[in-house]
């Protein structure tokens, strides 16, 4: 991803998105820079709480010099390329009390999002751009949609009995 095309920052923040609708996991994210000293941490912080990375520019118009390129990378890049463990960040989470469902859903706007309810109020349907995912609610929550918004790329459903 080049950090400096806002079109680049875009797709990929989609490509997390529908990554995570679709059930999969993304443990960090690389952008690439022709000076690794330029900091772009408006992007970075667009990909919260993943670790973000920079790589070095690779021309197309010559050979690599892997040397040279493996000792610019940052330490904080070396350590993420290193990462074996998976930190895992959950799309989904009930809470039993407020009877509510949390979407972690990155990468799509409000207009994007539409949400269904199946079988009774035990499930939910959420269509977000191309991708669908059906949400299976414990049965603490189980009930009929009450209210949904979409808050700093998270889409909370309240469930009322």
Known sequence: ???????????ALRYW????????QICG????TEDPSEMHQEVAQKFLPLSFSFLPFLSNDSSADWGRTLSSLSQSTQDQLRNT???VYTSVSF???RKSVTLFMPGFDKSEIKLYQYR????????AGDQRRIIKLP???????GAAKFVDRNLIVSIRS
């Open 139 to 145: 049965p603490a929550i189980q009930g009929k949609v």
């Open 1 to 11: 991803m080049d950090p400096r095309r806002s079109i680049s920052v875009s797709s």
């Open 120 to 127: 009774g109020g035990s499930e939910l349907l959420i269509e």
């Open 85 to 87: 463990s998976t930190r």
């Open 29 to 32: 994210a690389f952008g690439y």
């Open 95 to 97: 809470d039993s009390d």
């Open 17 to 24: 998105g529908c990554t995570t609708q679709a059930g999969g």
